[in-house]
Each structure stands twice: as structure tokens, then as C-alpha cells.
């Protein structure tokens, strides 16, 4: 193991144990490590962005004499005049360019994965009870949202099937997530292990 | 009428955009490739207007005592990332600018989402004792799913096929009941955006 990987590590593990420091109680090792990350986050999706989109993208691109980039970037540069007072509403053109292409776009990209391709993953055969029961489950969970019918009589027990059904989907969901975060803490653990083996096989030589 | 142009390209390009995916052609095609990149070009210089918008109000705390080291933490870390990151071959594996990211931002980053296995299972206490049936399902199901890697012995099969008969069916049927009401809320979202009826986008006067 090379010196430097071990200075790297032992950054990584100082790091790892600022942040469960806040187990404790929030701390200055905890904030500074919280700040340290802000800004090497901002720093480093700057760069990406910079890298990746503006330079590989709009440079790139101008430079081979193609000007078609030209009014998005008006209109970003648009973006900055919310920093005056005085002019601050040109940047609403900026604003409202980006807002009207997105959800253009958005609408039927919505409707095809959200909607259209739901429904028809839930019109399915009746060819075993689990496609039954998959049916019969999207379609109350559905009605529980649906409140112009009063939740009452025969519309109650498929309201609380419904409900039955959203709960036990959170649960999953809830266990999954916990189980994802546990892995984690798993994984932040056993790097600190190693990382004192690491140590301990260098110093032992 | 700084706010009605700008309701009126808002109306113009969305519609334009939804318009372009049900005529498949070169030209729509075309239409939907630029729109694309110049709302990613005016991204870039929205994310500029953050930057600097971060860079102010750090700048701001390093005159308050209290607050000064740590801003002055992040702008370290933001600077060094600006200054290690300057060349594009920088983002690749075995610069200075990788070595600060897999030590710094990926460690940080994992050891805070690893610390809310300890606050997502204290909270799910406190918010769901089983109370109530609805709870109750709830606790259960996380329970089943997050004991599927426990060593159960005979059981551990059961509760294999009860975890994915749970996250097949009823769990499948909660979340896309639940995808379609994002769906409807998405959709709906964007046509009052696009008919001017939802113009808090614009900002006050």
C-alpha cells in the first residue's frame, strides 16, 4: 500500500467519523464536515457542467461556426439580470422559455409513463390469481383517491382494500429504504476496518 | 405586460412542444432536439446564477465571526475543485480532482445517507406503533421485507416467497396506483402552467 493511498483513506475515515460524530449532537467536526462537502459538491458538479455541457456542447459547437446557440444563451445571460432591481424582468423570458419547453415536452412524456403504460401493464389476462388480485389491488388504491363518491356501503370496503393495499406498498417501500440505509452503515464500517488494517500492514511493513 | 409576454411564450412554446410529438416527422424531430439542448444551455447559466448566488452569501459570513471558518470551509472546497478541475482530463480516474471526489464527497455523502438508518428507525417508532390496523399493516410488511436477509432457518424460505409475493403484487399495485395519481397531478400541474392559470414561476413586482 502506497503512503499516499493511505493519506487518502485516512482523509476519507477522518471524514466518515466527523459525520457520525452527529450521533452525539451536532458539532464543529460534524458542520465542518458538512460545509467541506457543500462546497466540493458545488464545485465539482460546476466543473462537470462546465465540461460536459458547456464546453462540449455550446463551445464546441460555435466554434465550428454553427450559431444556433446564440438565443439560449441570451437568454441564459437573461437569467442574470434578477440581480437588479431595475431589470430583473427581462429575466422572466429566460424563465419563461425554459418553463414552456419543459412542460411541452413533459405532458406527453407524462401521460405515456405515468398513464398510458400503467394502464396497460394492469389490463393484463385473468390467468392466475395473482394477476386477479394485481387488478382488483391497482383499482381500489385507485378509488381511495377518488372522493367525488361517498366512502360508504359496498364504495368503503373498496376504499379500505385500497388503503390496505397503499399501506402495505409504504411498508415496503419503508422496508426497503431502511434496509438500503442499514447497507450503507454496513459498508462506512467495514471501509474504517480496513482502512486500520491498512495502517497496521504498512507500519508493520 | 412584462407579465403577459412572458405568459404568452410560456402558452407558444409549450404548446408548439406538445404539438411536435404527434407529428412525427424530420422537422418535429429537429424542433425537439433543439428545444432540448437550448433549455440545457439555459440551465447552464441558471446554475452559474446559483454559484454565484452560494458564493455571495459565503462571502457575506466570512465578516461574521461565528460562521467564518466554516465558510471559509466550503469556499476551500469549492475553490479547489474550480482550480483541480480546470482540465477537462481532470474528471477522469487518477487526477488530483478524482482523488477529492472518491475520498471527500463519496465518503461524506455515504456516511450521512448511512446515518438515517439510526433516524429513520427511531422516527418510524415514534410515528408508527402499532396503533392502529393501518399501522399495523405497515410495521408488519417493513418487518417481513427487512427480515428476508435475516438467517431464519426453516422460515427463511417462507418469507422469501412472502416477500416477493408482497412486492409483486400488492406492493406493484400501491405504486402504481400511486404513479398514475403523480401522473394526473404532473399533467394537470403543467397544463395550468402552460394556460397561464399557475404563474408563480413569474416571481412578484
Redesign the interface.
Known amino acids: 500500500m502506497e503512503f499516499e493511498t493511505i493519506i487518502?483513506?485516512g482523509?476519507?475515515?477522518f471524514?466518515?467519523l466527523c459525520?457520525?460524530t452527529?450521533?452525539y449532537k451536532d458539532n464543529p467536526f460534524y458542520?465542518?464536515?458538512?460545509?467541506?462537502?457543500?462546497?466540493?459538491?458545488?464545485?465539482?458538479?460546476?466543473?462537470?457542467?462546465?465540461?460536459?455541457?458547456?464546453?462540449d456542447?455550446?463551445y464546441h459547437t460555435m466554434a465550428t461556426g454553427q450559431y444556433?446557440?446564440i438565443?439560449?444563451?441570451l437568454?441564459?445571460?437573461g437569467?442574470?439580470t434578477?440581480?437588479s432591481k431595475k431589470h430583473?424582468?427581462i429575466s422572466?423570458?429566460?424563465?419563461?422559455?425554459?418553463?414552456?419547453?419543459?412542460?411541452?415536452?413533459?405532458?406527453?412524456v407524462?401521460?405515456y409513463?405515468?398513464?398510458f403504460r400503467?394502464?396497460s401493464?394492469?389490463i393484463i389476462p385473468f390467468t392466475s390469481i395473482?394477476n386477479v388480485?394485481?387488478v382488483i389491488?391497482?383499482l381500489c388504491?385507485?378509488f381511495?383517491?377518488f372522493f367525488s363518491k361517498a366512502h360508504t356501503g359496498a364504495f368503503n370496503i373498496v376504499s379500505k382494500i385500497?388503503?390496505?393495499?397503499?399501506?402495505?406498498?409504504?411498508?415496503?417501500?419503508?422496508?426497503?429504504?431502511?434496509?438500503g440505509?442499514?447497507a450503507?452503515?454496513v459498508?462506512?464500517i467495514l471501509?474504517l476496518k480496513d482502512y486500520v488494517r491498512e495502517v497496521a500492514a504498512f507500519i508493520g511493513g | 405586460m412584462?407579465?403577459q409576454?412572458?405568459?404568452y411564450?410560456?402558452?407558444?412554446?409549450?404548446?408548439?412542444?406538445?404539438v411536435q410529438?404527434?407529428i412525427p416527422s424530420e422537422e418535429s424531430d429537429w424542433l425537439?432536439t433543439?428545444?432540448?439542448?437550448?433549455?440545457?444551455?439555459?440551465?447552464?447559466?441558471?446554475?452559474?446564477?446559483g454559484?454565484?448566488s452560494?458564493l455571495r452569501s459565503e462571502f457575506r459570513k466570512l465578516k461574521d465571526p461565528k460562521e467564518r471558518?466554516?465558510?471559509a470551509?466550503?469556499?476551500?472546497?469549492?475553490?479547489?475543485?474550480?482550480f483541480t478541475?480546470?482540465k477537462?482530463e481532470?474528471?477522469e480516474a487518477g487526477s488530483l480532482?478524482f482523488?477529492?471526489?472518491?475520498?471527500?464527497?463519496?465518503?461524506?455523502?455515504?456516511?450521512?445517507?448511512?446515518?438515517?438508518?439510526?433516524y429513520?428507525?427511531s422516527a418510524?417508532y415514534r410515528a408508527f406503533r402499532a396503533r392502529t390496523v393501518?399501522a399495523t399493516?405497515?410495521?408488519?410488511?417493513?418487518?417481513?421485507?427487512?427480515a428476508r436477509?435475516l438467517p431464519l432457518g426453516p422460515i427463511s424460505e417462507v418469507n422469501q416467497y412472502g416477500v416477493a409475493?408482497?412486492?409483486?403484487?400488492?406492493?406493484?399495485?400501491?405504486?402504481?396506483?400511486?404513479?398514475?395519481?403523480?401522473?394526473?397531478g404532473?399533467?394537470a400541474t403543467?397544463?395550468k402552467?402552460?394556460l397561464g392559470i399557475e404563474r408563480t414561476?413569474?416571481?412578484h413586482d
Open positions: 487518502w483513506h482523509l476519507a475515515a471524514l466518515t459525520i457520525f452527529f450521533l458542520k465542518f464536515a458538512e460545509r467541506l462537502v457543500a462546497g466540493v459538491a458545488a464545485g465539482y458538479w460546476t466543473m462537470l457542467v462546465f465540461h460536459k455541457l458547456f464546453v456542447k455550446v444556433a446557440y438565443i439560449p444563451i437568454l441564459g445571460i437569467m442574470w434578477r440581480f430583473s424582468w422572466r423570458y429566460s424563465i419563461a422559455f425554459y418553463i414552456g419547453i419543459s412542460t411541452g415536452v413533459s405532458i406527453p407524462y401521460m409513463t405515468y398513464i400503467q394502464i401493464a394492469t395473482s388480485l394485481v389491488f391497482v388504491a385507485l381511495y383517491f385500497g388503503i390496505y393495499t397503499l399501506m402495505i406498498g409504504f411498508g415496503a417501500g419503508f422496508g426497503l429504504t431502511v434496509m440505509r442499514v450503507l452503515l459498508q462506512r471501509f | 412584462r407579465k409576454i412572458p405568459i411564450f410560456v402558452f407558444g412554446s409549450g404548446i408548439i412542444m406538445i410529438y404527434f425537439f433543439y428545444a432540448n439542448d437550448w433549455v440545457i444551455v439555459v440551465g447552464i447559466f441558471a446554475l452559474a446564477l454559484i454565484w452560494l471558518f466554516y465558510a470551509v466550503l469556499l476551500f472546497g469549492f475553490f479547489i475543485m474550480i478541475g480546470l477537462a481532470n474528471l480532482m482523488d477529492i471526489f472518491e475520498n471527500v464527497l463519496i465518503p461524506i455523502q455515504a456516511t450521512i445517507f448511512s446515518l438515517l438508518a439510526f429513520v428507525a418510524a393501518l399493516i405497515l410495521l408488519l410488511t417493513a418487518f417481513i421485507i427487512m436477509l409475493w408482497i412486492l409483486a403484487i400488492p406492493n406493484m399495485a400501491a405504486k402504481r396506483a400511486i404513479t398514475m395519481g403523480v401522473g394526473l404532473a399533467i403543467c397544463i402552467i402552460i414561476y413569474l416571481g
